[in-house]
């Protein structure tokens, strides 16, 4: 049973950092290949697409970013302990939403249950 908890929302004020964290079980050795990612879900509105990396074996990928977040968010990953990183830095209010962690393989996608982060002026 594939499955994903985030850690690592809370409250802060604009400027502030927050680093999320997706810990994932069930995949074992398939990790790797998995394409990894961040969505984020204001009240009220749609899930939105924050940050992916590309799963593979023998390369790194590129991170790729949603426009508003580029250089001030980080997407990592460390397949040895099946967890999914994302380094947020100068936090807006419009960063507010429910951070859900992504994985996906071939036809295969897998969501975790997400963690609030709420940014306050």
């Known amino acids: 049973q594939v499955q994903l908890v985030e850690s690592g929302g809370g409250s802060v004020q604009t400027g502030g950092s927050l680093k999320l964290t997706c810990a994932v079980s069930?995949?074992?050795?398939?990790?790797?290949?998995?394409?990894v990612g961040w969505y984020r879900q204001p009240a009220g509105e749609a899930r939105e697409f924050v940050a992916r990396?590309?799963?593979?074996?023998?390369?790194?990928?590129?991170?790729v970013y949603e426009n508003s977040v580029k250089g001030r968010f980080t997407i990592s990953r460390d397949n040895d302990r099946g967890t999914v990183y994302l380094q947020m830095e100068r936090l807006v209010t419009e960063d507010t939403g429910l951070y859900s962690c992504?994985?996906?393989?071939?036809?295969?996608?897998?969501w975790g249950r997400g963690t609030q982060v709420t940014v306050s002026s």
């Open positions: 069930g995949i074992a050795d398939l990790f790797p290949s998995f394409d």
């Open positions: 990396l590309d799963g593979g074996v023998g390369f790194v990928s590129s991170p």
């Open positions: 992504n994985v996906r393989y071939i036809g295969r996608s897998y």
